[in-house]
């Protein structure tokens, strides 16, 4: 395969490529042989006619049709990869020249693609960088919450006989229904007034509710064959009940910790506190730092490519204030993507197998995936290499950058930047396009976890 790139504009290429007849043999001769499967022709078994015989009954050129559109893809991507270009929307393709359909076999297959893409860029000196963050601050209410945190944990629910507030704790049965039909019903479900995380409208409904009452309301409905619907929720009141947060005394500290008094529970919190703003203040410095880093790159993108996500994202009626927002995120989203994979190609950054693992079992838990499922496809899987990826080489340069904060002290964020994958693991393969994965390493981990 031969390739060339002609810029037709800065952020605008086109692509050509040019496939002789000797690498389109094998390609060939795989299109003879499924056609041959295919047909059923007097004096020959099937799956045994000749290449000869299939292009006096059907032209050399379904032959080559199907060859090309195996090809092209293929080639296309190749091409892509070996001049370096960062496509961000689909390519726009023409066939320029194919095989001979006719007369002697020969010939090559060449192609062109126009691309929107984003020219290559200068990384910036990623030496002697300096970052600020805020300072940490433990707070009395800080350490109260994440006790009140706690405490919610062993909390109980106490029958009341006033209206329902926000913050109560409700017992209903629910039905919907859209038109004469029940679409949905619910017993005994516990809902906290306020919390707004079941319908539209169903926490006006319900406040200042008592035990018993029953309530009408309407609410749109938010997925399903009745999606958009306006349904008629008909609830009944069962419960209303107040959460009763145990004290934190030494008792409480015996029964939820290891510790004897609550003045120790108390003591660890505000250990377990500051440890959380030790991760904010890590992740505050990475945002910092990749920020710094993108504004001194001069990333060019296709205005054609932003536009269109811009129309994709926003409706026709909006103004112009909702279209510029909308604009700048998609500008900086994808700024910030471009940067990245570019830093991961300048640091040379690697996965190691047990790594994306890792991610890829806290990804399905944390987003209640099935991990079987995203194994099976190669598309998830090359994203979250790629995710992966982008998160380590920009925690390699975190870990050589000096993080001050506002007082001017150093903060080690060492804890944070350490590359776990040193130790000897088999690494992620990529071939051709997909990633060799050990599925049994990932079903004995999970069984584990």
């Known amino acids: 395969m031969k390739s060339t790139v002609e810029y037709l504009e800065p952020t605008k290429a086109r692509l050509t490529v040019t496939v002789d007849y000797d690498e389109l043999k094998p390609f060939m001769a795989e299109a003879y042989k499924e056609i041959a499967g295919q047909v059923n022709i007097p004096g020959f078994r099937k799956g045994n006619v000749p290449p000869r015989i299939i292009d006096q009954r059907f032209g050399r050129g379904a032959v080559i049709e199907q060859v090309v559109n195996q090809v092209v893809p293929e080639q296309l991507n190749n091409a892509i990869v070996e001049n370096k270009l960062r496509p961000l929307a689909q390519p726009e393709i023409e066939v320029d020249e194919i095989p001979a359909t006719e007369g002697e076999p020969g010939g090559a297959l060449v192609f062109s693609a126009n691309m929107d893409v984003v020219p290559a860029f200068e990384l910036p000196s990623l030496e002697g960088r300096t970052v600020e963050v805020d300072l940490i601050d433990v707070t009395d209410e800080d350490v109260q919450a994440e006790l ?37 019903s619910l017993s005994d479900v516990s809902y906290e007034l306020g919390s707004g995380s079941m319908l539209p409208g169903q926490d006006e409904a319900l406040r200042g509710a008592s035990a018993g ?20 929720i008909d609830v009944k009141v069962t419960a209303v009940k107040e959460r009763e ?21 108390r003591e660890d919190t505000v250990k377990t506190v500051r440890e959380g703003k030790k991760g904010s203040q890590a992740l505050q410095a990475r945002d910092r730092l990749l920020e710094q880093l993108i504004a001194e790159a001069e990333i060019l993108l296709p205005e054609d490519v932003v536009e269109a996500e811009v129309a994709r994202r926003v409706s026709e009626d909006a103004d112009e204030e909702a279209r510029a927002e909308v604009r700048e995120r998609i500008v900086a989203d994808i700024r910030q993507q471009v940067f990245l994979d570019t830093l991961v190609e300048g640091r040379e950054v690697e996965v190691a197998q047990q790594e994306l693992i890792d991610f890829m079992m806290h990804t399905a838990q944390t987003y209640g995936m099935d991990l079987g499922t995203m194994l099976q496809d190669q598309t998830q899987i090359q994203n979250l290499y790629a995710e992966l990826a982008r998160t380590k080489a920009l ?48 079903a004995d981990e999970d069984e584990e976890n």
């Open 395 to 442: 925690v390699s340069v975190l870990g050589e950058t000096t993080v001050k904060d506002t007082n001017g002290e150093v903060v080690d964020l060492s804890a944070f930047t350490a590359d776990g994958s040193k130790a000897e693991e088999p690494e992620v393969v990529e071939e051709e396009g997909t990633f060799a994965i050990d599925i049994e390493d990932i």
């Open 148 to 184: 009140d945190s706690l405490r919610g944990r062993f909390a109980t629910l106490k029958n009341l006989d006033r209206p329902a507030e926000d913050g109560d704790f409700l017992t209903l049965d629910l039905k919907a229904t859209v038109g004469d039909e029940e679409i949905d």
């Open 213 to 232: 009452e029953e309530i009408t309301f309407n609410s749109s409905v938010a997925g399903g064959d009745h999606a958009g619907s306006e349904a008629v």
């Open 245 to 265: 947060l145990p004290e934190v005394d030494d008792d409480f500290a015996l029964m939820v910790s290891e510790f004897d008094t609550a003045e120790e529970l």
